[in-house]
């Protein structure tokens, strides 16, 4: 085993990822898979998770998916959800609560029940399946290999963007607190907690901004690092956090958003120079 496999390989891991039929959730599927993991791919559409896994798995990597329906945004799909890893397997060394919603509307026209269907899914549903699925990620902890839960939080929990998507912000900024509170409840299991706040990346979610080579240029434009998200990027910094080299990190909030989250105001004092 080569310096960067025991670092960052998930070889002989048992991963499950929520929503990980597309977008950023599919992108650290692979990875996993790439990795040499064994991966669960779970969202309310099961056949889009099964096609999902056997895209991955004709990649070529040394890992497996499989993909069934899971329903993260109910407490009796959570339960299910549950049933159904448990099913599967004895033990989870990664949970990845990619699972969520947005939505985007006027300030005026705002519905009461946009607060509702966001916060039940990337809130109640990411802590609640959590929670449930602590004994088996107990099963697979140990001092010096903890398991991990790897939560999808965003540049919109981080800084002031709002976007029409009020309570899509409030949920990830709600996601990070809840990480940290969690990092800090599983320590003592041998659980690690921590979240991703990505910025721009291509996916079902972004398509209204990067559906086409016009908007996604000028989206790029507005990240100071130049560009879009990869799946690269996400890629590393999952297998970071799951692998041996981030056993020590709990508690953390990694952006991956090109420096977004770093912004300022213009230089106040650059017409004095």
């Not at 993260?72 to 949970?95: K, N, Q, W, Y």
């Not at 929990?157 to 800090?184: M, Q």
Request: with cysteine; charged share 20%; aromatic share 6%.
């Amino acid at each position: 085993m080569t310096l960067l496999e025991d670092l960052f390989g998930a070889h002989g891991k048992t991963v499950l990822v929520t929503g990980g039929s597309s977008g950023i959730g599919r992108m650290i599927a692979s990875a996993f898979v790439g990795s040499g993991a064994r991966v669960m791919i779970a969202s309310r559409n099961g056949e889009a998770c099964v096609e999902a896994a056997a895209a991955i798995n004709a990649e070529g990597g040394p890992g497996e998916a499989e993909g069934f329906a899971g329903d993260a945004s109910t407490e009796s799909g959570v339960t299910a959800l549950a049933a159904r890893v448990a099913d599967r397997t004895d033990r989870l060394d990664i949970l990845v609560n990619n699972a969520g919603r947005s939505w985007g509307e006027s300030y005026e026209a705002f519905p009461f029940m946009a607060w509702d269907k966001v916060m039940s899914l990337n809130v109640a549903g990411l802590f609640s399946l959590t929670r449930d699925l602590t004994p088996l990620l107990e099963r697979a902890a140990s001092a010096d290999s903890p398991a991990r839960v790897i939560n999808l939080g965003s540049v919109m929990g981080a800084a002031t963007i709002g976007g029409h998507a009020y309570s899509y912000a409030a949920s990830k900024a709600a996601v990070h607190h809840l990480t940290r509170i969690l990092a800090k409840e599983l320590a003592a299991r041998h659980i690690t907690v921590n979240a991703l706040a990505p910025g721009p990346f291509e996916s079902r979610m972004t398509a209204f901004v990067t559906g086409d080579a016009k908007t996604r240029q000028a989206v790029a434009a507005g990240v100071p690092a130049g560009r879009l998200g990869q799946p690269g990027d996400l890629a590393g910094a999952v297998l970071f956090l799951a692998g041996r080299g981030g056993a020590y990190v709990t508690g953390a909030i990694l952006p991956l958003d090109g420096g977004i989250g770093v912004e300022s105001a213009d230089d106040l004092f650059a017409a004095g120079r």
